[in-house]
């Protein structure tokens, strides 16, 4: 029944099947690398890179991506298994389908992954006007399931009448050995991660904020003229990396003109804080609402109005509305001053 997953036929003249296998290769290779790799070895500091070169042995998942898979629902057996399986699945699956090894499968099990990213992960899916980027890819994955790999693969010289079939037989128990291998031998790693109710600043927090429908408005306290000034605003969360997330806004002048505007959040690795527009802030006090909202209370010391000041931002954030302000507490002073204000609803 799975034996036409690891046949291959040509696709038409070798010029065709020449250009399916560079698509092949890029398409491969790009999730191989830039996304299964790059989650294993999680290479963003030296002493990660240091991790990859005497100990082999402690690669695991991050933990971002774990919160990421919990947030999804897919907590039985347990959240690390999936993610796991999801990163080893990215990274032999894009493999395999640059050899052509076994490609309908690594493509099939590529897409149904690509399938739960690209229409699930919104509350609300948007077909269109949401991740179109791993839409894209999903897409693409369906693509390769259905034309399999093609002239210039391996599964196009594994399935010629020349080979035997006890040879061509061995490809998916071998597969399905090494991937239920190593995702065991990365389990007891992940493990150790912090449990998931550890009070922390985690990314799953802002999951709700990576949406392109924010709408609502800014206002800020113009110290000239010490009057505050409020301008319609929009706002576009994205994910710019492992625990990196960007805040992109649009704001609307009253003369009638566009200004664009971001703030870069990076969290911590231990998670008791991040790092807000290179400001280190600490986690100071974390509230789930009754309203279902989360409230997170971060501060930290920098400068405002070029004065040193103590930076205090509270972040609220539910499915509907979210509120970021900011205050800050100059040096010699008691109370803090609202500096400004966002408040956003969709």
Not at 270 to 288: I, Y
Not at 328 to 338: E, I, S, Y
């Amino acid at each position: 029944m799975l034996r036409p997953l690891f046949l291959a036929a040509p696709l038409g003249p070798r010029a065709l099947d020449a250009a399916y296998l560079l698509f092949r290769l890029h398409l491969g290779l790009s999730i191989a690398i830039g996304a299964g790799w790059s989650k294993l070895i999680n290479l963003s500091t030296t002493r990660d890179l240091a991790k990859l070169l005497w100990h082999p042995d402690q690669l695991s998942t991050p933990d971002w991506f774990v919160q990421q898979v919990a947030g999804l629902g897919f907590t039985f057996p347990s959240p690390y298994f999936w993610a796991a399986l999801a990163v080893w699945g990215e990274l032999l699956g894009g493999l395999l389908i640059a050899l052509g090894l076994a490609t309908r499968l690594a493509a099939a099990q590529l897409a149904v992954q690509f399938l739960v990213i690209a229409f699930f992960w919104y509350e609300t899916p948007e077909p269109v006007l949401g991740m179109y980027y791993q839409q894209l890819l999903f897409w693409a994955f369906v693509l390769v399931t259905a034309l399999g790999g093609g002239r210039f693969s391996l599964d196009y010289l594994l399935s010629r009448p020349r080979r035997t079939p006890a040879v061509r037989g061995l490809g998916a128990p071998a597969l399905a050995v090494i991937g239920l291998w190593l995702i065991c031998a990365t389990a007891p790693v992940q493990a150790q991660a912090p449990p998931a109710d550890t009070p922390a600043v985690r990314l799953a927090d802002f999951r709700p904020l990576l949406r392109y429908d924010w709408q609502g408005t800014l206002t800020y306290l113009d110290y000239q003229s010490q009057r505050p000034v409020t301008l319609v605003t929009r706002l576009n969360g994205m994910q710019a990396g492992a625990g990196e997330l960007v805040l992109d806004y649009q704001y609307q002048e009253p003369e009638g003109g566009l200004v664009k505007g971001f703030e870069r959040l990076r969290l911590r690795p231990d998670g008791h804080g991040l790092v807000w527009d290179e400001l280190p802030m600490r986690l100071h006090q974390r509230t789930a609402r009754p309203d279902s909202t989360l409230q997170l209370v971060l501060v930290g010391e920098g400068r405002d109005d070029n004065r040193p000041a103590t930076i205090r931002r509270t972040v609220l954030i539910g499915a509907r509305r979210c509120r970021i302000r900011k205050e800050v507490r100059f040096a010699g002073q008691t109370d803090f001053l609202q500096r400004n204000e966002y408040q956003f609803t969709r």
